[in-house]
């Protein structure tokens, strides 16, 4: 991602630019780790129990990323 527009995301500040990115992580390494029990959803117990678990966090990983990268309180509340 360009610079100028991580800093327009993150409004500058150096501190939300690093949870931002540890936030937008943990959401890829979320969706990963459901890919990986859907491949071996015959393998392991309780499979789709989990799947289903880490496709809500990543939905809601996905959304608290994009509530920080708003910049006003009406872009949060949407």
């Not at 491949?39 to 809601?60: G, H, P, S, W």
Request: overall charge positive.
């Amino acid at each position: 991602m360009a610079p100028e527009l991580w800093r327009t995301i993150t409004n500058g500040s150096p501190n939300l630019t690093y949870i931002l990115r540890f936030v937008a992580t943990s959401g890829v390494f979320s969706l990963f780790l459901g890919i990986y029990a859907f491949i071996n959803r015959k393998n392991i117990a309780f499979a789709r129990t989990f799947m289903v678990y880490m496709a809500a966090l990543c939905i809601y990983i996905f959304g608290f990323a994009f509530e920080l990268s708003s910049n006003s309180l009406a872009g949060i509340k949407r």
